[in-house]
């Protein structure tokens, strides 16, 4: 069983303040702990077993923490649980959470993701504390919105006698337009250009003219990019 199942059954938060100004180098060693007797927010119940996992990735990432005055942390285990949309650090073998508030986002080093912090929308139900992913990031930008959902386990097994919950995940990519609104889309061609609105003719010709298909993250940062140069006009 890895660190990160072992999560499941029992961990200790302690809840985190960033005190450090700008002009402080600041690590993750200068956090000051503001709960100290921890919670337990993962329980285990004998009766109940649990398909899938409630976080990003089932191992610990190396990563870095970027903190409200874009600062970067040093290099630490990090793990995303987007079923509580809560971002746990490892240190010395103590698993700690960060307060949202108090950082700008996250990277994990070894794949280049970066989730930020600070968005806002009700008709997608995100608060300033939901980490967005991060694809595209200029005038306009492409966000993915990542979610797991617990589904509750009625039904007994014959054998077992535990009932099974299943966590189940789901991406929601984001356009986040000019103005500030969200428009919801999918990495395709169509709906990509259906859904920025705008200069439609051009990025038909830019598509074809450059083979590019808009099947993948990579090909929708290049036509953003281009959509990007038509907004200087």
Partial sequence: MNNLKKLSLSIAIAMFLITATDAQQITLDQVQVTNSTGTQIYTTNNNKEIQGTPFYSEDWQMGKVIF?????????????NSYTQELFFKQQEIIKILDPKQIKGFVFTK???????????EKFEITPATPLRVIYDGKVELL?????????????DPLTGKVTDRYSK?????????????????????NMINDLGTHKKELEKFTKDN????KSEKDAVELLEFYDSLLDK
């Fill in 68 to 80: 409200n005055n874009s600062k970067f942390s040093k290099e630490v285990p990090l793990s995303y």
């Fill in 111 to 121: 794949t280049g993701e970066t989730f930020k912090y600070g968005n806002s929308s």
């Fill in 144 to 156: 993915v919105l990542h979610q797991t959902v617990r589904t509750r386990g009625n039904t007994k």
């Fill in 170 to 190: 789901s991406e929601t990519f984001l356009i986040k337009k000019t103005d500030g609104s969200f428009k919801k889309t999918r990495i395709r061609k169509k």
């Fill in 211 to 214: 083979k590019n298909k808009v």
